[in-house]
């Protein structure tokens, strides 16, 4: 057996202030939307996603890739927004077990005037905190770490495909 590559004392701080970076703007973000909108950040995503599909509706098998969440979470979530009538699901004509979730006008609305308030809370938790440069090097750094983990093979054993 290998010995691990551990991670170096500047590695470790590095990582640790991701996590506690990471954490803190995640409950920011929830906090905003939960008193804004009384929803999650998550159901936020959702709805955004929704709103930008053609006919502001998509497969949910679609939905639940693109949102990086497991088919069940995204029932659940679904589920939750039918009842405060911002999305309604729709069967699939071509596929009987297929099913779209389509963004209410309600749900529209509510996303019309919840983005404000989000955007506000995005730019001033961390747009605001960073230079122009940062921000470009934070994209780029994104970007890669994005383009890394995803994977390319598509048989891969991933959440939002089970």
Known sequence: MTEPRWLSDEEQRVWRSYLHATTLLEDHLDRQLQRDAGMPHVYYGLLVQLSQAPRRRMRM?????????????????????????????????????GQFAALTDEGYEVLRRTAPGHVDAVRQALFDRLSPEQVEQLGGIMRALAEGLQPSDPNADLPWLR
């Open 61 to 97: 098998t679609e939905l639940a890739k693109d949102a990086k969440i497991t088919r069940s979470r995204l029932s659940h979530a679904v589920a939750r927004l039918e009842k405060n009538g911002w999305v309604s699901r729709e069967d699939c004509p071509s596929d009987k077990r």
